[in-house]
């Protein structure tokens, strides 16, 4: 068992599958095993049924991060303020880590680590993914509500990272864009736009009702919100009143 456990790298976390058929076949004997070696720190627990080798210098056993918790969980992503931060459009530090998955929907513990799931936009997270632009989407989805930055704060950030970035990814960008809502894809769409990516626009323009208008509070940060109907803070009461003004006058050239 030793040598087995030898064979994992430092700081990667694992569990009794990695053992195989052992799991099945003797699970009661590995349990103890593992335990046996937590006893004599060559392992540490990282969570509930959860180990790692780690790694070791001068004041003891070396931690390992969150990240690599977080990572451990399967195909799952950072959302929300974790997003925010990472991309650089928030300083806000969350004090739990909110994670994207498919279908899961609760809180827990990974040793001292809290987590949240919340259900991602994608209903299936594909194998690979790049999270990173899955992240700037859901961080769009939420950007009336982003601590510490406005929508043209974020909306900035956004358009420096796209520029960045190599044309195939700003391809795969605009793919999952078409799971989004069409408020995610009008800005997204204004920020390709700007960015020079006449085509990929475009998709994402054949996607919207050329009626709708987004009121998603973006002021001055792209020269052109209006074409794509992304309508600023205090232009939702006007534009109520427009319409309410329009229907009351509909109404009354129907009265006999």
Known sequence: MRQRVKQFPTGEIFGYEAFGELAQTRRKALTRALSQLVKREELKRAYLAKF??????????????????????????????????????????????????????????????????????????????????????????DIKCIQDASP????????????????????????YALHYPPRVRAILGAILEHARYKRLRSVLKATLNPQTEYHVGLKDSL?????????????????????????RNEAQTLEP
């Not at 990272?161 to 700003?170: L, P």
């Open 52 to 141: 790692y080798r780690p790694a070791w210098n001068k004041y003891g056993a070396v931690p390992i991060f969150d990240a690599e918790k977080i990572k451990s969980l399967g195909n799952v992503y950072l959302t929300d303020l974790d997003a925010h931060n990472l991309l650089g459009i928030s300083t806000q530090l969350p004090m739990t880590a909110t994670i994207a998955h498919p279908t899961k929907h609760y809180r827990r513990m990974l040793g001292r680590l809290r987590i949240k799931y919340v259900r991602s936009t994608l209903k299936e997270i594909p194998d690979g993914a790049d999270f990173t632009l899955l992240m700037m989407l859901d961080s769009i989805k």
């Open 152 to 175: 043209d704060d974020a909306v900035r950030r956004l358009l420096w990272i796209v520029k960045r970035f190599e044309k195939d990814r700003v391809e795969k960008l605009v793919e």
């Open 223 to 247: 020269p052109n919100l209006k074409k794509w109907k992304l309508l600023g803070p205090g232009r939702t009461y006007r534009a109520w009143k427009r319409r309410w003004e329009k229907r």
